[in-house]
């Protein structure tokens, strides 16, 4: 094979030797081990897209299950065969990629977002693999020097666009946003009906008015600011000074806290489930179609726990004596006096008057309006304390992959899944903890269950690998593996 055959088969079967092949050894091992539905899909999904040819692959593996040493010969000319049709698909992407570069007008928005959104919906859904997909594609078509300019200006309007640093575009978006505003404008002086002429530059909250209105700063995941809303207007919906509150603020800084609250009354002013409010509050809250399954489940049960403490408040305050609704003396004379007449025609005639019954009897209702009892009271039902929200830790395996390696965005699965295994053979050869045949079954064994765990928990925030069985599983196996970390970590300096 010529070099650039090499780098790109090395790049592409990271596993991949003149001597062997970790999935036909895997594959016999399954079939092996009666594990007949994963041997068929390994042969599927890799042996088949490997060795196309399907007399040779059949060949192939006889070979290797009757141990002939023809086998090697076998493989080593596959191997070449491989190689020789990645270079060919490699420039047929390169073409694919770069068919449509030269003839853009980087001053056109609507032709920049329609190659760029077209190239997207090809290589991948997440747009940040995109980025590096298409830098691999410059650095294959340097080596083989086939349109390398040409797949560079690609790879550069793909990273300008995720990005959104392309002038055009920006221009574009801004004269949108700014017709959506105008629109918004439009339909507040109509909701007001034209009489919103106050000067909202006046107005002026207090530091308590904006701790009841905001929520907290830092929340960077949507389901956490989704609860956070939650908690904060639950109990407050029936409250028209706070409402009014949050309408001013939202109109003075332009945000959507008038919109999440009114999601939040809506619902429970029509006894809506509280899945359905957490949904209509989520609708608000983000812009754009936005579904996840892990979040969704996340979402629900987290709520619920933070719901068990929340509805303690209403309890309290219905068990609170009720604020009297005297708060003036002309109106506290009056029901002194009626009081009084009824007492005059319960009581029997007396020799001597009753006045000290009057003072004791108006005392008593003084003592009821005084305006500390009043104002306490009414401050303990405007301000029910909220359970204090612990901080969210991720652990998902998507969250640990982005926790170590410092990026904002989920690593795209396939990518993920597609290079882990040898970082997985790497962490397990050193944790054995009793010796044995390292290609044998055991190992294969441990390195599915490590695998198979990745993959089942990648998306799942409350996975626990020291808790699990498949933990155990490996123990029994003779291997200590008691994080996930190092198996992560691998991948990441491999990548590098």
């Keep these: 094979m010529t070099d650039i055959q090499q780098r790109i088969l090395k790049e592409e079967y990271p596993t991949m030797s003149f001597g062997s092949d970790s999935d036909i050894e895997r594959y016999f091992d399954m079939r092996k081990q009666g594990r007949q539905t994963d041997a068929l899909a390994l042969y599927n999904s890799r042996l088949r897209k490997k060795y196309p040819n399907d007399a040779q692959r059949a ?129 507040e002086r109509h909701t007001d009906g034209g009489h919103a002429n106050f000067d909202l530059s006046r107005i002026v909250f207090s530091d308590a008015d904006l701790q009841r209105i905001r929520i907290p700063e830092g929340i960077s995941k949507t389901e956490d600011t989704v609860i956070a809303y939650c908690l904060k207007y639950w109990n407050l919906t029936g409250d028209p000074a706070f ?52 979040g969704d489940l996340y979402l629900q049960r987290t709520w619920a726990r933070y719901k068990a403490g929340l509805e303690v408040v209403p309890s309290e305050m219905d068990a609170a004596p009720a604020p009297v609704a005297v708060t003036t003396k002309k109106t506290a004379r009056k029901a002194s006096a009626k009081k009084r007449v009824k007492a005059e025609k319960r009581a029997k005639p007396r020799s001597t008057p009753a006045k000290p019954k009057k003072a004791t009897l108006s005392t008593k209702s003084a003592k009821r309006v005084t305006p500390f009892k009043i104002e306490k009271t009414q ?42 295994r040898p970082s997985i053979r790497t962490v397990l050869a050193a944790s054995r903890s009793r010796r044995g045949n390292p290609f044998g079954s055991r190992q294969n064994d441990a390195e599915e269950i490590v695998y198979d765990f990745l993959h089942g928990h990648y998306e799942d925030p409350y996975q626990n690998w020291k808790e699990s069985d498949e933990k155990k599983a490996l123990e029994e196996l003779g291997y200590t593996l008691p994080a996930l970390e190092p198996v992560i970590a691998g991948w990441i300096e491999e990548k590098k």
């Design 59 to 187: 060949e192939l593996l006889r070979y290797y299950r009757s141990r002939d040493p023809r086998y090697a010969e076998m493989l080593r000319e596959s191997i070449i065969n491989l190689a020789e049709s990645l270079v060919t698909r490699t420039t047929y992407v390169i073409s694919l990629l770069t068919k449509d570069i030269d003839s853009i007008d980087m001053t056109d928005a609507y032709s920049v977002i329609k190659l760029a959104e077209g190239l997207l919906s090809v290589i991948s859904p997440d747009r940040y693999v995109a980025i590096s997909f298409t830098e691999k594609y410059v650095r294959y078509a340097k080596a083989l020097n086939f349109r390398h300019p040409e797949m560079e200006r690609t790879a550069e309007l793909i990273r300008l666009y995720v990005t959104d640093t392309i002038e055009s575009v920006q221009d574009l978006k801004k004269e949108r946003e700014e017709k959506r505003k105008q629109r918004a404008r439009q339909a």
């Design 243 to 294: 409402e009014k509150a949050v309408f001013l603020y939202s109109r003075k800084f332009h945000t959507k806290h008038h919109d999440v609250f009114q999601a939040i009354k809506n619902g429970r002013d029509h006894g809506w489930k509280d899945e359905e409010i957490l949904n209509a509050v989520l609708a608000t809250v983000v812009t754009g179609y936005y579904y996840s399954i892990s």
């Design 379 to 420: 401050a303990s039902r405007k301000k029910p304390k909220l359970p204090p929200a612990p901080a969210f830790k991720p652990n998902s395996v998507a969250d640990m992959i982005r926790k170590m390696t410092g990026k904002t965005y989920t690593v795209y699965e396939d990518l993920f899944f597609r290079e882990i």
